[in-house]
């Protein structure tokens, strides 16, 4: 491929332009360097005719004047883009009898002119080692581009987003009890990192200029207590089990998780610290904590489970299907249509139908005081006003025996009567065998077997009945009631009320007032405060 280029000649009166066609679809001849070419050198010309000529496209030599053709030497037009990174030369060939230039005079040239970086030698040789490329853009010097540095940024190992969507059941309803409320961490566990900013590469255009690339942004971590910066500044860790958020791009970590409420816009809680919760635990949902749980409102048909104390401050309405159940202590307003199981005591204005089990004591006091239906357990003690009503509510009250206890004893005494239901079928079949074996009866193989298997049956069982047997008399002695097992009644406890101390027991027939029963004798028996 060959551009048009043009020629200062001699022509039949005089000297002209000539004017020579591209080859190999080569760009056309460019008028506009035409003109700036003639008007350099001062020559005249009828630029109509000339332009004319140019259209047409199929060379030739236009008339410029009389006499000889100037001597000019092969000149350029040198072009630098506007932001200093790239330079182009575009040559003219020397008129008739015009020297050509040479390639060091024009990079002396290039040079006086402050293009000193970036120099393309090698694509000027291309024009200085043959003929000429004329009229055709030729790189001269290419600058060298900056690179840009790279931010730094924060990776954090949590959701930082805090909106809440419920998951799915497998019919496809939406699960409103179970929503991603929470981000929990555990201690030594990576919150955050930085990755660090990278500088960028300076550029240079063709003038030697340096051109710096933009500055890049670097990042600190921010963060709230129980969380420790490493060495290197770069990553961040609790110090704590809890739960970390961010907030106003500050991490926080707190072992207690504080929600409004639990209700379809939280969905159930299940945290491994402590839990507070400002209003009220909706009927069906759950919080489940490591911790305590504190809930300032009212829990409504709803379960809470805690590792440590549960304290609710407007009282627990069970609706017959609430549970409360805590390693520690249970402190609440009132109980009604409940199931309590705590480790601790249990301190409460009221008791109304529940079944409550106490790891210590169980307190109802207020302004109320009263237990009214269900059972309440204890080990050591029950203090409360009053018991029962005045419709001789059925209501049972238990002290002097870890509830624990009660519910091991009951559990062997289940499974005793059900290996002794085995034991006792099985035992009717091995008889049957071995009387018809008496008499005579054979037995194939399969039979014996199966004989055989009935018998390691037996044995199997009846050993698992010795253990279950001595285990049932061992919790049976540790029931003996507790010498400070006592049920206070500070005001009335009224007719149908059970009290069992220990392994014995009493049902009232009339009312007491301001006493308490203990055990005495082997008997329940009331005695003045």
């Not at 009250?397 to 034991?423: D, F, M, N, S, W």
Request: charged residues 25%; proline residues 2%; glycine residues 10%.
């Amino acid at each position: 491929m060959q551009n048009g280029y043009f020629r200062l000649v001699n022509d039949f009166s005089g000297y002209g332009i000539a004017l020579y066609q591209p080859k190999d679809f080569g760009e056309e001849i460019r008028a506009d360097e035409v003109w700036k070419y003639l008007d350099g050198l001062k020559i005249n010309y009828d630029k109509k005719r000339l332009e004319a000529q140019i259209s047409f496209g199929e060379g030739g030599i236009v008339h410029l004047g009389s006499g000889e053709c100037p001597v000019c030497p092969e000149t350029y037009f040198l072009e630098v883009s506007e932001d200093g990174m790239m330079a182009t030369v575009r040559f003219i060939p020397p008129s008739e009898g015009g020297a050509r230039l040479e390639m060091n005079d024009f990079l002396r040239e290039i040079r006086n002119k402050k293009i000193v970086y970036g120099l393309q030698e090698k694509s000027l040789e291309e024009h200085f080692l043959s003929e000429g490329v004329y009229c055709t853009n030729i790189l001269v010097a290419k600058g060298k581009k900056s690179v840009q540095g790279q931010d730094a940024r924060i990776e954090y190992s949590f959701n930082t987003v805090s909106h809440k969507r419920p998951a799915h059941k497998e019919d496809g309803r939406v699960d409103y009890f179970n929503l991603t409320t929470i981000n929990q961490c555990r201690k030594g566990e990576v919150l955050a990192r930085i990755i660090p900013e990278q500088q960028g590469e300076a550029g240079c255009d063709v003038y030697g200029k340096a051109i710096k690339p933009r500055e890049v942004k670097r990042e600190t971590l921010k963060f709230g207590k129980n969380i420790e910066l490493s060495a290197d500044g770069l990553s961040i860790t609790s110090m704590v089990d809890g739960h970390v958020t961010l907030a106003d791009k500050k991490v926080v970590v707190s072992s207690v998780y504080q929600v409004k409420g639990v209700n379809v816009s939280t969905g159930n809680i299940n945290y491994d610290g402590s839990v507070e919760i400002a209003g009220n635990v909706d009927e069906n949902f759950e919080v489940k904590a490591g911790g305590n749980v504190v809930v300032n409102g009212l829990v409504e048909g709803a379960t809470i489970i805690a590792g440590g104390n549960i304290i609710i401050a407007k009282g627990m309405n069970g609706m017959g299907k609430g549970y409360l159940r805590a390693k520690g202590d249970i402190i609440v307003k009132f109980l009604e249509n409940s199931r309590i199981v705590t480790g601790g005591f249990v301190e409460t204005e009221a008791i109304l139908h529940c079944t409550v089990s106490a790891g210590s004591d169980v307190r109802v006091g207020g302004r109320k005081g009263i237990i009214l239906g269900g059972r309440v357990q204890a080990a050591n003690s029950i203090r409360v006003k009053s018991i029962g009503g005045s419709m001789s509510t059925a209501t049972t009250l238990e002290v002097g025996v870890e509830p624990l206890l009660i519910a091991q004893l009951e559990h062997v005494r289940t499974a005793i009567e059900e290996r002794t239901k085995t034991v006792n079928a099985a035992q009717v079949i091995y008889n049957n065998f071995l009387e018809k074996q008496k008499k005579g009866f054979q037995y194939n193989d399969g039979q014996l077997r199966y004989m055989r298997s009935v018998g390691s049956l037996i044995q199997e069982k009846n050993t698992e009945l010795e253990r279950l047997n001595a285990r049932r008399t061992a919790l049976e002695e540790m029931m003996e009631a507790r010498e400070e097992a006592e049920i206070v009644v500070e005001e009335q406890v009224h007719p149908n009320t059970t009290m069992i101390i220990g392994n014995v027991s009493r049902l009232l027939q009339q009312s007491y007032r301001y006493c308490k029963f203990v055990k005495e004798d082997g008997e329940v028996k009331m005695v003045p405060m």
